[in-house]
């Protein structure tokens, strides 16, 4: 029922070698189903928008039949699905250099008894330093690429590229085991490429970082009261017997080491505030620093690290305490990387609230597995639609004519309101030659707003 816009086709179609030509038919319908639901993003409504031409009794489920075969038990992989798309993100968007990866999980609320891969997890938007809060629903790894917007360079948007699902339980991959897996395979797709890995504390963990693989520079947190030595190991005799020192002797944790730098006045040594400026969250600031070089055998064996403790000078936020594999990387670069680890908790809001990738009520293995990947992906395919074409379309001009003072032109929700108006001018393009179809296309219309209401 719905056209797609030909530059979106045009992105689709490097998704060929994900399905046979059937499942691309029934993967570009339920692409458009979701940008022009209306209203919460469930299966059936979604597939209702799909042929919204006609009227669907919910007691005449057979006719969607299609599109529920299609995540449970259709022949693609969702793994080819994200290599067609991390390939075409790559190639039109950051073809060269460094490819900076984003990390992190997410919980997707869900109940029910035979839901696949249902456990209880943290919440993150519910918990606060005080209090962990719990719930129930399935809890993703999420591997995200992240994209400096060409005509907006200080913002950084993060394009979701693989996700593999925490299963609860002893004896399960943690979240840093299956992040660790999803990197190996983004460098098997780039291997000429060098990769930047970004995450928060809880993937500073020797499942993720031990043994990591050459040409992968990690960027993250760590614990403000780690144990961390000094690289050079303590000289001995020759004659001395038993094992040499592989380690010297302990440093100041990061925490130490920022009293250590407040206790010294004339700004001389090793243990000494510095100030940076740089850019951060989209704003201009100055912080000051302490860094220095040490090993954390807990968690990266005797591989030297360069810790860097920041603190705002203004007290908006509180003091961070960040590493780096590179013990070479300038100060600067260290704490802006990490900054750009926001926009993944950008795009799971985007996901939840614009996407309604929590609205399926779907509960089998095959669904699970594949439709939640299967929203990211597209997520990933509509922002690089609108960095590819449609920011300069005529629907994004006049889409910025509405926008409010608080609105944003990249973000999630104006890209989709962006490319809703540019599928519906398509559509009435295509029929408008044809009285007949315009005709059926305003029943088409009037069937939307009732599912809407």
């Not at 890209?415 to 519906?424: D, F, N, P």
Request: proline share 6%.
């Amino acid at each position: 029922m719905w056209e797609m816009v030909s530059s979106l086709d045009a992105v689709v179609q490097g998704c060929t070698f994900a399905f046979t030509e059937p499942s691309l038919a029934t993967f570009r319908q339920v692409l458009l189903g979701w940008i022009m639901c209306l209203g919460s993003r469930t299966e059936y409504r979604v597939f209702q928008t799909i042929q919204a031409d006609e009227e669907i009794s919910r007691q005449e489920r057979h006719p969607f039949d299609r599109f529920y075969n299609f995540f449970s038990r259709a022949k693609w992989d969702v793994r080819i699905l994200a290599h067609d798309v991390a390939v075409a993100v790559v190639t039109a968007l950051n073809p060269r250099g460094r490819l900076y990866l984003l990390v992190d999980d997410t919980l997707l609320h869900k109940r029910g008894k035979q839901v696949y891969g249902l456990g209880w997890f943290r919440d993150a938007v519910a918990s606060t330093k005080k209090r962990v809060a719990t719930a129930s629903g399935n809890n993703w790894v999420v591997l995200g690429l992240a994209i400096p917007i060409p005509l907006c360079p200080d913002r950084i948007v993060c394009l979701p590229l693989l996700a593999r699902l925490h299963l609860p339980g002893k004896g399960q991959p943690s979240c840093p085991s299956l992040a660790k897996e999803m990197l190996l395979t983004v460098q098997g797709w780039f291997p000429d490429r060098e990769l930047i890995l970004v995450g928060d504390g809880g993937y500073a963990a020797a499942g993720l970082l031990e043994d990591l693989p050459a040409g992968v520079t990690f960027v993250g947190r760590l614990r403000g009261d780690a144990a961390v030595y000094d690289p050079q190991p303590a000289r001995c005799k020759a004659s001395k017997r038993g094992p040499k020192p592989t380690k010297g002797p302990r440093l100041p944790s990061p925490k130490e080491a920022a009293k250590k730098a407040d206790r010294n006045r004339n700004g001389q040594g090793p243990w000494c505030w510095q100030t940076i400026t740089i850019t951060l969250y989209g704003v201009q600031r100055t912080l000051k620093v302490v860094s220095y070089v040490v090993v954390w055998p807990k968690v990266l064996g005797l591989r030297p690290i360069r810790v860097v403790v920041v603190r705002d000078p203004d007290g908006k936020m509180e003091d961070t305490y960040l590493f780096t594999t590179d013990v070479a990387a300038e100060l600067t670069w260290i704490v802006t990387t990490f900054g750009w680890r926001w926009s993944i908790e950008v795009s799971f809001k985007a996901s939840k609230q614009v996407m309604g990738i929590e609205g399926p009520h779907h509960w089998c293995q095959g669904s699970i597995e594949r439709l939640a990947p299967c929203v990211w992906l597209m997520q990933s395919l509509i922002i690089l639609w609108y960095l590819n074409a449609g920011h300069a379309s005529t629907e994004a001009k006049e889409e910025a004519a509405l926008m409010g003072d608080w609105d944003s032109p990249w973000s999630l929700r104006h890209i989709l309101k962006v490319l809703r108006r540019a599928t519906l001018n398509a559509t009435i393009n295509s029929k408008s030659a044809q009285p007949d179809g315009l005709v059926s296309f305003v029943e088409t219309m009037k069937n939307c707003v009732n599912m809407a209401a």
